[in-house]
Structure formats: structure tokens, C-alpha cells
């Protein structure tokens, strides 16, 4: 099994910046895609950045230009840096991990539990 778990979530005011981090253990397998997503009370969950094993990154229009997406493929963990924060930013971010299981030769999708985003003045 597999658990993931972030930290770095807060609160910050606008223009602001937070770091997030997501932490995969357990029995890794092979790590592909890296993602974050995020959610706002009401909202459906919307991707916000990717990080593919190549390291090729894809962000939501959105957050282009204020978000990096990052990984330490030794740690296995994935980043999220956010600058210039919005209060339209304010969410629960959730990390997703695509793992490739070579007991079972499946792609396993997994989740954290998320952690809360307050941008506010």
C-alpha cells in the first residue's frame, strides 16, 4: 500500500507565497505522473499542475506564470511553489500520484488527504 501526505498548506494574504510538499511511501513501485489538484467548497476538483517521470510539467491557465511544479524523484515527493497568490487560490489542494505496480503490473492511482489554502487579507 501506498500513503501519501502533504504539508505546507496555511493561511497568507494575497500576493503572497506557500510551498507544498507531498510525501509517497510505502511499497512504491515505478512513480509516473505527479499531479495537484484543488477544490473549493462547491467546486468540482480541478487539476492544477502535472509533472510527467520526464519531468515535462503542464499548468492550469489559471496559475500559469505563479506556480511551479517540482519533484525529488531520491525523496519521492512532488512540490508545488505558489507565488502571487489570489484569494480566488483558496482550497483544498490534494495530491495524486500515478504509481506503476510491478507486482501486479497495473498503473495505481492514488490520493492525499489534502491540505486547506486560505489566501485573505
Known amino acids: 500500500q501506498v500513503q501519501l501526505v502533504e504539508s505546507g498548506g496555511g493561511s497568507v494574504q494575497p500576493g503572497g507565497s506557500l510551498r507544498l510538499s507531498c510525501t509517497a511511501s510505502?511499497?512504491?513501485?515505478?512513480?509516473?505522473?505527479m499531479r495537484w489538484y484543488r477544490q473549493s467548497p462547491g467546486k468540482e476538483r480541478d487539476l492544477v499542475a502535472l509533472?510527467?517521470?520526464?519531468?515535462?510539467?503542464n499548468y492550469a491557465d489559471s496559475v500559469k506564470g505563479r506556480f511551479t511544479i517540482s519533484k525529488n524523484n531520491a525523496k519521492n515527493m512532488v512540490y508545488l511553489q505558489m507565488n502571487s497568490l489570489k484569494p480566488e487560490d483558496t482550497a483544498v489542494y490534494y495530491c495524486?500520484?500515478?504509481?506503476?505496480?510491478?507486482?501486479?503490473?497495473?498503473?495505481?492511482?492514488?490520493w492525499g488527504q489534502g491540505t486547506q489554502v486560505t489566501v485573505s487579507s
Open positions: 495524486n500520484v500515478d504509481i506503476y505496480n510491478i507486482r501486479s503490473l497495473t498503473l495505481d492511482d492514488y
Open positions: 510505502g511499497s512504491i513501485g515505478v512513480i509516473n505522473t
Open positions: 509533472i510527467t517521470s520526464g519531468a515535462t510539467t
